[in-house]
């Protein structure tokens, strides 16, 4: 079980819960804006670019505010890239395992860099994004990191994700116009710094033939805890030293804290076992509307939740015996009806949802915390569910 690094609640305890229908998903507008306003003043004091990585979260209607601080976006493959280009703007910029070759003409049409995975992929295909005037881009492997959970950790030996950089070293550079490494996850600024201390002694003489190093993503920059001051310094030298455009493409971090999943207690009971916990059946399912939360595992923190209390576990309404958010204390227990609030569910929830057991998907609203404006921007139906089904 990991722990979470976000959970911090901001203004969501001024949020009365019963205005939303549930499950529903809230994005507070004026949290999202703070953590934009920081990465904006990291654009403009070191000149990096930022991508919002649009695996993390996609919900185009803040499409509007997060390209007026941000540089574009970075896709997954064609419907993010086509998402990118008909809400958000800017410089799109496209990374895929494996790129489809029926796909990459229209990838290439829309995407500023197509970056590939491997050199096999440059070699047969660089000649489409040429076409269409996309840099070409690789994925290396720096083959060193600092993260924890195995799952998320790129850079082993054997990671299917990027070349090693020797292959790259009688190359010809000239079919190659940017590199790109994503090694971190949920990171300050420290891992940063010595995976690039790892490989820059090759990456810097490369790089004169180069027109942009990306990063990735993974930097957990509008945590408050996040050493910012140094991940200036650092891009700016970065950029001195390779004489190259920096990029960074952060998902979580343009959304950080800045969103919950409000539940439903819909049954509470106690099994007859003494050993067992009391139980909260929810209308939030970890499978179905957070599956990170056990694919990761982690164990989201609830808003308002005590040190001290009953200890409840919460669960989802499906079928699956694993379908379980975490054990939490409760001050007073659950009534049936009461409203219940995860915290930083704005990343890797709504564009990672599914159907399984036909589960109501949460709504999704938009709220500011400044002026309390409430909006419900989306809502599922039956519909839906059988569309997706024939
Ligand atoms: C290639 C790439 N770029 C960027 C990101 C965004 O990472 P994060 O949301 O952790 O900042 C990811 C996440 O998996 C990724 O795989």
């Not at 971190?184 to 990456?203: G, H, R, V, Y």
């Not at 059946?281 to 005590?306: F, K």
């Not at 990343?347 to 002026?371: C, D, Q, R």
Request: aromatic share 10%; proline share 5%.
């Amino acid at each position: 079980m990991f722990k979470t690094m976000g959970g911090n609640p901001r203004d969501f305890n001024k949020l009365d819960l019963n205005r939303l229908p549930s499950p529903c998903f809230v994005i507070d507008k004026k949290a999202l804006q703070t953590n934009l306003e920081i990465l904006y003043e990291l654009k403009k004091q070191t000149n990096v670019k930022i991508l919002i990585a649009l695996k993390a979260f996609s919900t185009f209607s803040l499409a509007p505010i997060i390209s007026e601080y941000l540089d574009g976006s970075c896709c997954s493959g064609l419907y993010e890239s086509k998402l990118a280009k008909k809400y958000f703007g800017g410089e799109i910029s496209t990374f895929s395992p494996a790129f489809k070759k029926d796909e990459l003409n229209e990838i290439a049409e829309i995407s500023d860099h197509i970056i590939f995975n491997s050199l096999n992929q440059v070699n047969n295909f660089s000649d489409i994004g040429k076409k269409f005037n996309s840099d070409i881009g690789i994925r290396i492997n720096p083959l060193y990191s600092e993260v924890k959970n195995l799952k998320y950790s790129t850079a082993s030996i054997d990671s299917r994700l990027g070349i090693h950089l020797k292959d790259l070293i009688n190359y010809d550079m000239n079919k190659i116009d940017g590199i790109h490494f994503h090694t971190l996850c949920e990171q300050n600024f420290k891992p940063l710094a010595n995976t690039w201390n790892e490989i820059k002694n090759i990456i810097t003489p490369l790089c004169t033939d180069l027109k942009w190093v990306n990063l990735g993503g993974g930097h957990h920059i509008t945590r408050k805890d996040y050493e910012i001051n140094k991940l200036k310094f650092f891009l700016r030298k970065v950029s001195n030293d390779t004489n190259c455009q920096i990029y960074i493409e952060p998902g979580e971090a343009v959304v950080l804290d800045s969103g919950i999943l409000i539940g439903e207690v819909i049954d509470y009971f106690k099994p007859n076992n003494e050993l067992s916990p009391n139980i909260a059946i929810t209308d939030i399912s970890a499978t179905s509307h957070i599956p990170d939360v056990i694919e990761a595992p982690y164990r989201p923190a609830l808003l308002n939740e005590p040190n001290e209390g009953h200890k409840v576990v919460l669960g989802g309404p499906s079928c699956l015996a694993g379908d379980v958010i975490g054990k939490y204390n409760f001050s007073n227990h659950p009534k049936i009806g009461e409203r219940i609030a995860l915290l930083d569910q704005a990343h890797y929830t709504m564009v990672k949802t599914s159907f399984f057991n036909g589960v109501k998907l949460p709504s999704i609203a938009i709220w500011n915390s400044e002026t309390d404006d409430l909006e419900i921007i989306k809502s599922f139906s039956y519909e839906d569910y059988e569309n997706r089904l024939s």
